[in-house]
DNA sequence: TTATTTATGATAGCGTTACTATCTTTTTAT
DNA sequence: ATAAAAAGATAGTAACGCTATCATAAATAA
C-alpha cells in the first residue's frame, strides 16, 4: 500500500477537475512534458491532443485555454514544493538550519516523486525555471491574482519569510528577500546553463554554487539586520 | 543645436535599420506604445501595423517577426541605461557612491530622455519590467545568444558586476549579484504594483523602498566578503 | 532631366492557432 | 437496463504569422 499524495488546487483554474479521469491526468502528464520539450510558446493544445491521442475539443473541457493550464501546473508545483519544504523542515528546531535546507530545496534539481504518479517533478521544475515568471508577466495578473491563482507561490513566499523572520525578527525585508531567493534560485540556474556569462558559474555548471551563493547572499543580509 | 543620442545596434536584429527611415522611426515608437498598452502576447504587427497607418508587410520589410523587435527594443534600452550609468558615474571615485548610483537608476523610473526623439523611455522601462526577461526565456536562447542579441545586458551586467568588485575585491559573486540587482529592480516593482503581497512596499508603493532593499542587501552581502 | 534604384502601399493568399459548436459513441453510475 | 456523464469525431470561424506580387511614390544617380 502506497500513500498518494493528493493537490487540492484551485477550482477556477480547470474547467473540469484533471485529477478525476484518465484524459485529465494524461492532460496534465503530457502538457508537463510537451512544454519542457517545445517551451511555453511553441506549445498547443492540437500538439498536446495528437500527443494525448485525443482531439482539441477535449483538452478545452478540462483547461479553457493553455495560459489557464501553465497556470495550474506551475500552482500544482509550488503546493507540492510547500509540502517538501513543511516536511523536510519539520522537528528541526535551528531557523538557520531550516533556511539552508529551504534553499537547498529551491535551488537543486528535483527528483521525480514516486507519490504522484502522473506528474514528473522534475521536468515541471525545468519548466519552473523556464516559464515560471511567465504565469504572472501577463496583463490579466490582476484579474489572475483576484482569482487566487497565486496563492501557493504566495505562500511559499510566506513560509520563506516567516523562516528568515526567525533566524532575524529585525530584518526589514523579509518577504522581498525570500521572493528574491526563490526567483534567483531559479533565474541563476537558467543563466548558468544558458547566458553563463551572466552568472560566476559558467565554467563549472553545478547547481550547488547557486546554493552557496544564495546562502551568502541571504545570511550576510539577514545577518546585518 | 541639439545632440541626439545615436545607439548602434546589432545588424541581425533587422532586416532594415529602423533607425534610418521614418516609417522605421515609427515602428519603434509605435510597438512601444502597443507593447506597454497590450503586453507582449496581445501585441501583433497587424495592430502595430494599423496604429502606424501602414500594412503588416511594411513591418515585415523592418523585422523579421515580433520577438527580434522585442528583443530589438530591449536591447536599445540596455544601450540607452549603460550609456546613462557610465555618464552619470563618470568622474565618481568612491566605488560605494557609484554602486549606489547605479541600483538608484535601476530600480527608479526613468524620465523620457529628450536627446531620443522617436524612443520613450519611461514606457520602455515600463516593458522592461513586464517583459524584459521573456526577451531570453525562450527556446531559442541559445541562438539569439550565438548572433549576440543579448550583449548589451551582458554588458551592462559586467559593468555593475565590476562596480561590485571594486567595492569589495574579494566578493566571490559579482556577476550574479549583478543580475540578482537588476532582475529584482524590475521584480520587486511589479510585485509592488501587481502582486503586493510578495513584497515588503505593498502599504506604501514607492519606488524608494526598492532601492532601499537593493542597497540593504548588495552592501550587506559585500560587506561581509 | 531622364533613368533607376529604393521605399512604401495595396491586395491576396496560405497554413496554423485559438476557440466554439454539434453530434455520436462509449463509459460509468444507479 | 437506463440515464447521465465523458470522450471521440468532425466542422467551422476569426485572428495570427508570414510570404508573395504588383503598383506607385520618393529619393538618387547618370
Not at 166 to 195: D, G, W
Request: charged share 20%.
Amino acid at each position: 500500500m502506497k500513500l498518494q499524495l493528493q493537490i487540492k488546487m484551485n477550482e477556477g483554474l480547470f474547467l473540469r477537475n484533471p485529477e478525476n479521469t484518465e484524459l485529465g491526468r494524461n492532460i496534465i502528464k503530457h502538457s508537463i512534458q510537451l512544454i519542457a520539450q517545445y517551451g511555453f510558446e511553441e506549445f498547443t493544445f492540437k500538439k498536446l491532443a495528437d500527443d494525448i491521442g485525443t482531439t482539441e475539443s477535449g483538452i478545452y473541457r478540462y483547461f479553457e485555454n493553455k495560459h489557464l493550464l501553465l497556470i495550474y501546473i506551475i500552482a500544482w508545483y509550488w503546493c507540492w514544493l510547500e509540502y517538501q519544504i513543511i516536511f523536510q523542515t519539520n522537528n528541526i528546531i535551528d531557523p538557520v538550519v531550516k533556511l539552508k535546507k529551504v534553499i537547498n530545496l529551491l535551488a537543486t534539481t528535483v527528483e521525480d516523486d514516486e507519490s504522484t504518479s502522473y506528474v514528473n517533478e522534475s521536468l515541471l521544475h525545468q519548466i519552473i525555471i523556464s516559464e515560471g515568471s511567465k504565469a504572472y508577466l501577463t496583463k490579466q495578473v490582476a484579474e489572475d491574482n483576484k482569482h487566487q491563482f497565486f496563492k501557493p507561490y504566495k505562500e511559499l513566499c510566506a513560509v520563506l519569510g516567516n523562516i528568515i523572520l526567525e533566524c532575524s525578527p529585525k530584518y526589514k525585508y523579509p518577504r522581498s528577500l525570500a521572493t528574491t531567493v526563490i526567483e534567483m534560485a531559479h533565474f541563476q540556474n537558467f543563466f548558468m546553463n544558458n547566458l553563463p556569462s551572466l552568472t560566476d558559474f559558467g565554467h563549472n555548471k553545478n547547481e550547488s554554487n547557486i546554493v552557496l551563493f544564495l546562502n551568502d547572499l541571504v545570511f550576510s543580509t539577514i545577518k546585518n539586520a
